[in-house]
């Protein structure tokens, strides 16, 4: 799987997400056992950590003692995506327990977009993108995660499918496409408006309030 960089799970681990962010990062830790797993290592040395008041340096072999005590489930309760929903278990909150019982709006051009509450003042979002169809070309001012729920898209020649993550700056242009063969629905979170290069798309980012 691709997965996002190290900085924002181990910010995740240390609990100093918003509320945004953490629901990107806890349901791709759904997909991915290889990310559940340095999550709880992370969370097991902060736990060593805080069990003695007098800061003292770490042995090579604390990682060792970690994997060696860490059992990782399959697919633990928190991050299942088990049973008769679609999505996982983070997620179903906010949108409940199926995609196609989501109330889409409607972008033009194939993408349509769903917007989720949440307590922070960055952007979360679902954006379903029609197979073929492709989001307008676009950069940032700040950080933008992508979680594929389901379907594929490919973005500057990589391929993204579901559980994977693309993690990318504020020096990023792209315009991510759908496959041709299902709709891609993804989780998005930003933390500042998408920077559009055409026209069309500037004139009505106000009203989509991307």
């Known amino acids: ?12 681990t240390a609990g100093g997400l918003g509320e945004s962010w953490s629901l ?3 349901s791709h830790l759904a997909f991915c056992p290889k990310c559940r797993e340095a999550v709880a290592i992370g969370e097991e040395i902060g736990g060593i950590l805080l069990q003695d008041s007098n800061p003292y340096p770490l ?9 060696d005590e860490i059992v990782i489930e399959s697919e633990p309760e928190g991050y299942s995506r088990s049973g ?13 327990d199926h995609l196609d019982k989501i109330k889409w ?3 033009g051009s194939g993408v349509s977009q769903y917007k989720i ?20 070309e676009h950069g940032h001012s700040g950080r933008e995660i992508t979680l594929v729920l389901s379907g594929s898209y490919i973005d500057n020649g990589v ?9 990318f700056a504020e020096d990023i242009t792209h315009q991510p496409v759908a496959g041709i063969e299902d709709d891609c629905i993804c989780l998005i979170v930003t933390d500042s408006a998408l920077k559009f290069t055409g026209i069309v798309p500037k004139l009505f980012q106000p009203f989509a309030s991307i």
């Open 105 to 107: 709006q409607a972008l």
């Open 1 to 12: 799987l691709h997965c996002p960089h190290d900085d924002i799970l181990l910010s995740y």
């Open 59 to 67: 042995s090579d072999s604390i990682m060792d003692f970690s994997l």
């Open 84 to 96: 008769k929903s679609d999505l996982p278990t983070p997620l179903r909150d906010y949108v409940g």
């Open 159 to 167: 391929r993204y499918g579901a559980g994977d993550v693309s993690d």
């Open 24 to 26: 990107a990062i806890a």
């Open 117 to 136: 509450k949440t307590s922070d003042n960055d952007q979360a979002r679902l954006l379903k993108i029609r197979a073929g169809k492709s989001v307008p």
